[in-house]
């Protein structure tokens, strides 16, 4: 029943709007359930996906096993990726996608970011972030190809978790200000004009306050994070109901997860509770130019 109401509501949009959804993949522990929920998340027209493994860097080919849910072949040349670049996928809802690899784990795969979408992506590639530990910080950006429409700007970011006394939020916010300065000089990157484009920042910001931290702290950073994207004319879509989590563990419940936009009208932002396949809950707004 629960599934059949997101369908409605996705469907009632679609023919006027269009959606763009995130969701933290917590490394493809969970194949099986990752299936089912994009089974429920497939008729989303933007999804964004953080921690993607790679099983091979160089080549930047999906793990297998993802490919398979995501796509009805599984073994196609279309999953292998040339770094930053668009790629046709076959037979599947969404046929287009970008990936970004990030860090090589310690197995030698890669964590990645990728965005996959129903149009066309004219063009995509990565933005580095200013961080303090060994793990690199990048964003992954797209343009989409929206039919009859101005083009779709489409970041895709994923910051630093929180740690005892040398991280957390003070980390954050620097990713967050080269975020913002990337914005702000978007026509060296990407070319001029760019910064009236429609523009959706989404991912996993880890808005969890200091580590261990009490709900109101965890809600203070929110707002400093709100407060620093607003400067590049970002609004953030509220979640339906306002105080939603994004995040369940034994450790506590967090609101980590995020969508603004910019030129473009959206009522709320909304999630999957009946997710299987992560401890973060996807996300998606119906968005409107």
Not at 209 to 215: E, F, I, K, N, V
Not at 249 to 274: A, E, M, Q, T, V
Request: hydrophobic letters at 40%; charged letters at 15%.
């Amino acid at each position: 029943m629960l599934t059949l109401f997101f369908f409605c509501i996705i469907n009632l949009a679609a023919s006027a709007d269009f959606s763009v959804g995130s969701y933290n993949i917590h490394q493809q522990s969970d194949m099986s359930g990752l299936a089912l929920d994009f089974a429920q998340l497939q008729t989303l027209d933007v999804l964004a996906l953080q921690e993607v493994q790679m099983d091979d860097g160089a080549a930047l080919v999906f793990s297998q096993s993802l490919v398979s849910v995501m796509t009805s072949s599984g073994n196609d040349s279309a999953d292998k990726l040339i770094n930053a670049s668009v790629k046709k996928s076959a037979d599947t809802q969404w046929n287009f996608h970008c990936v970004q690899r990030v860090n090589q784990n310690a197995d030698g795969t890669w964590e990645s970011l990728a965005i996959f979408s129903r149009y066309h992506l004219l063009k995509c590639g990565a933005l580095s972030l200013e961080h303090t530990d060994d793990k690199n910080r990048e964003a992954l950006w797209a343009v989409v190809g929206i039919p009859q429409a101005r083009p779709l700007l489409v970041i895709n970011t994923d910051h630093e978790t929180s740690a005892y006394l040398t991280l957390g939020f003070p980390d954050r916010k620097k990713q967050l200000q080269s975020l913002v300065k990337h914005l702000k000089s978007c026509a060296q990157w990407l070319e001029p004009g760019c910064e009236t484009w429609p523009t959706v920042v989404t991912g996993d910001f880890n808005t969890s306050g200091a580590s261990l931290s009490a709900p109101l702290a965890t809600l203070n950073e929110i707002k400093q994070t709100v407060s620093l994207l607003q400067t590049a004319h970002l609004e953030h879509v509220v979640p339906c109901p306002e105080h939603e989590v994004t995040f369940e563990s034994l450790w506590g419940s967090y609101h980590l997860d995020h969508l603004f936009i910019k030129n473009l009208r959206s009522s709320c932002r909304l999630s999957l509770k009946n997710r299987q396949g992560s401890d973060h809950l996807p996300i998606w707004s119906v968005l409107n130019q």
